[in-house]
């Protein structure tokens, strides 16, 4: 059943979207010239990335933890535990580590971004720049949605990096799974497809999620509620495109 | 300003606006709470354009102008917000640099010295390391005028400079606000409801009420008129023409039907 309500939810999802898109053709024109400022875009790299560090690694290390686990539990039924390596590899390359990074990115710094811009646009800041012929998009947005876009790539890369000693802790050193054989499996299975596979992943995500996080806090209403409104809106837009476009890719990666 | 409207949403701003601020001189634009005078400066500045007549910045029509032309029109203007507009994430001599740094080449030097001296005329070189947030209302507003006047501009607008300011720091604006206006020969429009400060420094004053110009003429002039809704403003009673009450049902009627607010 449909009602008023709902016609304006989706008609309202597919308006932003629009306007998501149009908001990017706008921002990939300022790219390059905020290239031309690279402490600009070197901070905000720092912002995105380097803040999330932490709880990128910490979220890491316990989701290889989990995957050596359960693993563990299930290859044992059929006494190929020693498949534990390349198993926990291709799971956190190909999904884990981009999707759950992508996820903890919109929680953490894409939060942090649309509250910021936000906040910017509520108190004139933006307004003062466009007054003082400085366009905001290329100061402002620009910098933030490239920063936020080569931080996500490399978060990934860490995050991967955790959870396979994470996989290795439990799976080596907790379940004794032999370390050659854990070892040797994963560097078996792993091909450059599965490599690939991550890192476009994680490419797209990184634009997404920057994406939405700089277009919601740009175009967010200058209020308290306004900027509030935007940040829930980039989580949970950040999080379903997510999810959305993981099915897409792997489809095409099949 | 020749005969400009302006309509958002169905809803007449202005309706036949005519305000003309003349070379080197103050011109104050004065009004009760939301008669549009903030959406006047956004006119000025051309964030928003008229719905139809003409605004004109320094002999250049705005409608006809295209972004390269405002942005370069927009260099010749300084603006002082209501809240200052300070960038947060920058100091306070950042932030009276940020239009040069991105606007000229000027070398780092003759910046510092630029700077500085903004600073030092607004009272505040000593301040120049803090952060927007150590610093008070007023001094904020005084940070953010040296930062309107960093680019020597020709037009310098003024949004409410004078709303949340204690008595001195008030005496300050008002002083800078004239001191830039005769010594730099700083066109100033200067928007505001504090009727008794204006009066003091306006070469020349406009009163808006319902989208038009009711009034003009110096703030003496506007003060001796006898016309009824600029005696209610310049003596701030509280009832007249612009009424007390927002529009509503009858008051009884309404407390005795129990109908919904």
Same mark, same amino acid.
């Given at each position: 059943?449909?009602?008023?309500?709902?016609?304006?939810?989706?008609?309202?999802?597919?308006?932003?979207?629009?306007?998501?898109?149009?908001?990017?053709?706008?921002?990939?024109?300022?790219?390059?010239?905020?290239?031309?400022?690279?402490?600009?875009?070197?901070?905000?790299?720092?912002?995105?990335?380097?803040?999330?560090?932490? +709880?990128? $690694?910490?979220?890491?290390?316990?989701?290889?933890?989990?995957? #050596? %686990?359960? !693993?563990? @539990? *299930?290859?044992?039924?059929?006494?190929?535990?020693?498949?534990?390596?390349?198993?926990?590899?291709?799971?956190?390359?190909?999904?884990?580590?981009?999707?759950?990074?992508?996820?903890?990115?919109?929680?953490?710094?894409?939060?942090?971004?649309?509250?910021?811009?936000?906040?910017?646009?509520?108190?004139?800041?933006?307004?003062?720049?466009?007054?003082?012929?400085?366009?905001?998009?290329?100061?402002?947005?620009?910098?933030?949605?490239?920063?936020?876009? +080569?931080? $996500?790539?490399?978060?990934?890369?860490?995050?991967?990096?955790? #959870? %396979?000693? !994470?996989? @290795? *802790?439990?799976?080596?050193?907790?379940?004794?799974?032999?370390?050659?054989?854990?070892?040797?499996?994963?560097?078996?299975?792993?091909?450059?497809?599965?490599?690939?596979?991550?890192?476009?992943?994680?490419?797209?995500?990184?634009?997404?999620?920057?994406?939405?996080?700089?277009?919601?806090?740009?175009?967010?209403?200058?209020?308290?509620?306004?900027?509030?409104?935007?940040?829930?809106?980039?989580?949970?837009?950040?999080?379903?495109?997510?999810?959305?476009?993981?099915?897409?890719?792997?489809?095409?990666?099949? | 300003?020749?005969?400009?409207?302006?309509?958002?949403?169905?809803?007449?701003?202005?309706?036949?606006?005519?305000?003309?601020?003349?070379?080197?001189?103050?011109?104050?634009?004065?009004?009760?709470?939301?008669?549009?005078?903030?959406?006047?400066?956004?006119?000025?500045?051309?964030?928003?354009?008229?719905?139809?007549?003409?605004?004109?910045?320094?002999?250049?029509?705005?409608?006809?102008?295209?972004?390269?032309?405002?942005?370069?029109?927009?260099?010749?203007?300084?603006?002082?917000?209501?809240?200052?507009?300070?960038?947060?994430?920058?100091?306070?001599?950042?932030?009276?640099?940020?239009?040069?740094?991105?606007?000229?080449?000027?070398?780092?030097?003759?910046?510092?010295?630029?700077?500085?001296?903004?600073?030092?005329?607004?009272?505040?070189?000593?301040?120049?390391?803090?952060?927007?947030?150590?610093?008070?209302?007023?001094?904020?507003?005084?940070?953010?005028?040296?930062?309107?006047?960093?680019?020597?501009?020709?037009?310098?607008?003024?949004?409410?400079?004078?709303?949340?300011?204690?008595?001195?720091?008030?005496?300050?604006?008002?002083?800078?606000?004239?001191?830039?206006?005769?010594?730099?020969?700083?066109?100033?429009?200067?928007?505001?409801?504090?009727?008794?400060?204006?009066?003091?420094?306006?070469?020349?004053?406009?009163?808006?009420?319902?989208?038009?110009?009711?009034?003009?003429?110096?703030?003496?002039?506007?003060?001796?008129?006898?016309?009824?809704?600029?005696?209610?403003?310049?003596?701030?009673?509280?009832?007249?023409?612009?009424?007390?009450?927002?529009?509503?049902?009858?008051?009884?009627?309404?407390?005795?039907?129990?109908?919904?607010?």
């Amino acid at each position: 059943m449909s009602n008023g309500r709902d016609e304006n939810f989706i008609i309202g999802g597919i308006r932003r979207m629009g306007a998501s898109f149009l908001f990017l053709f706008k921002l990939l024109g300022q790219c390059a010239p905020a290239f031309g400022r690279p402490s600009l875009i070197i901070a905000q790299i720092y912002n995105a990335g380097g803040r999330s560090l932490i +709880i990128i $690694m910490l979220c890491g290390l316990f989701v290889g933890m989990v995957l #050596g %686990l359960q !693993g563990f @539990q *299930l290859l044992q039924r059929f006494g190929s535990e020693e498949a534990l390596g390349s198993a926990a590899a291709l799971g956190l390359l190909k999904e884990l580590g981009p999707v759950v990074t992508a996820l903890l990115f919109a929680g953490r710094a894409g939060t942090a971004l649309t509250s910021e811009i936000g906040l910017m646009r509520a108190t004139d800041q933006l307004t003062a720049m466009e007054i003082m012929s400085v366009d905001p998009l290329r100061y402002v947005a620009a910098p933030r949605f490239l920063g936020g876009v +080569i931080a $996500m790539p490399l978060l990934t890369a860490i995050f991967n990096l955790v #959870g %396979l000693f !994470g996989a @290795q *802790l439990i799976g080596v050193e907790l379940m004794h799974v032999d370390q050659g054989a854990f070892w040797s499996q994963l560097q078996a299975a792993v091909d450059l497809r599965s490599v690939n596979e991550g890192f476009v992943k994680s490419v797209v995500f990184g634009i997404t999620c920057s994406l939405i996080a700089v277009h919601e806090g740009y175009n967010s209403a200058p209020t308290a509620a306004g900027v509030g409104l935007a940040t829930t809106r980039t989580v949970v837009a950040s999080s379903v495109m997510t999810l959305l476009l993981d099915y897409v890719i792997t489809a095409f990666f099949l | 300003m020749r005969d400009v409207h302006y309509v958002v949403d169905g809803r007449a701003i202005f309706s036949g606006l005519n305000i003309r601020a003349r070379r080197g001189r103050i011109t104050a634009v004065m009004g009760p709470s939301g008669t549009g005078k903030t959406t006047l400066l956004r006119l000025i500045t051309a964030q928003v354009a008229a719905s139809s007549g003409t605004v004109s910045v320094l002999g250049k029509d705005l409608g006809q102008a295209d972004k390269d032309e405002i942005y370069g029109l927009r260099k010749r203007m300084g603006m002082l917000f209501q809240n200052g507009a300070l960038l947060t994430d920058l100091s306070v001599f950042e932030n009276v640099a940020f239009p040069v740094r991105e606007n000229t080449d000027l070398p780092e030097p003759l910046l510092r010295r630029l700077v500085l001296s903004k600073l030092q005329s607004v009272g505040l070189r000593g301040a120049a390391q803090l952060m927007p947030t150590e610093l008070s209302g007023g001094m904020a507003r005084r940070v953010a005028l040296a930062r309107a006047i960093v680019m020597d501009p020709e037009i310098l607008i003024y949004d409410e400079p004078f709303v949340g300011l204690d008595p001195i720091s008030m005496g300050v604006i008002l002083r800078l606000i004239k001191q830039m206006n005769v010594a730099l020969g700083i066109t100033s429009v200067v928007v505001s409801h504090d009727v008794q400060e204006l009066a003091t420094i306006a070469d020349d004053s406009y009163l808006l009420s319902g989208g038009k110009v009711v009034a003009n003429g110096s703030p003496q002039e506007l003060a001796a008129s006898n016309l009824e809704v600029v005696h209610q403003f310049m003596s701030g009673e509280d009832d007249g023409p612009v009424a007390f009450h927002y529009p509503a049902p009858d008051y009884f009627e309404q407390l005795l039907t129990g109908e919904e607010p």
